[in-house]
């Protein structure tokens, strides 16, 4: 009797471990502006994982252990900041979401009309993301090919990331469909996504 009863204090532990490994953490959103959010990504880095969102409402998530994870979130709409703990915890676990209105110069891109050929061409340019105090000169590549370059916010974060990598790379097939190989013999500097010649 008394093996049977250590044994299922035992067990009981082992089950009651496994159950608080996982950690539910709740996200929250600070609209700073008088716009609703109608569309936008959080993100888990370290999970691979894209939640969609579609408004401001609080949520929870839950994540595989305690530990120290990478969250984020990208709207076309909005600038956004995530605030969170640096080691998420069962009593550390609120991601905060700040919304601020873009600024009047940053414009957002517009990456679904991406998927038409007939979008690439004039006007086309490739997208660098960084703080770049020596910009590099465009004006011949892009007077022979009609693709420019323009440079984005130095923030990247991976839903941009793959955003942006897509859109480098749609030029760039746009550019080997109508000029061959020889635009990346001129091309004065890499783009995001590209490969390095």
Not at 4 to 23: D, G, N, Q, W, Y
Request: net charge neutral; glycine share 4%.
């Amino acid at each position: 009797m008394k093996k049977s009863l250590i044994l299922f204090v035992f067990l009981m532990s082992i089950a009651v471990e496994a159950r608080t490994k996982e950690i539910i953490a709740e996200v929250v959103f600070e609209n700073t502006t008088d716009a609703p959010i109608t569309s936008g990504t959080f993100f888990i880095t370290e999970l691979d994982k894209e939640i969609e969102i579609t408004s401001a409402e609080s949520f929870s998530i839950t994540l595989p252990e305690k530990g120290k994870y990478q969250f984020g979130f990208y709207s076309e709409d909005f600038t956004s900041y995530t605030y969170y703990p640096a080691k998420i915890t069962s009593k550390k676990n609120i991601i905060t979401i700040r919304l601020e209105q873009k600024p009047a110069t940053e414009t957002a891109l517009n990456y679904r009309n991406l998927a038409n050929p007939e979008d690439l061409g004039v006007g086309m340019n490739f997208i660098f993301n960084g703080i770049n105090q020596k910009p590099v000169d465009f004006s011949e590549f892009s007077e022979k090919y009609v693709v420019g370059a323009v440079s984005k916010n130095c923030t990247v974060d991976p839903v941009l990331m793959k955003r942006v990598t897509a859109h480098n790379q749609k030029v760039a097939n746009y550019l080997t469909k109508n000029f061959g190989e020889q635009w990346k013999e001129d091309l004065p500097a890499t783009p995001f996504g590209l490969k390095a010649k």
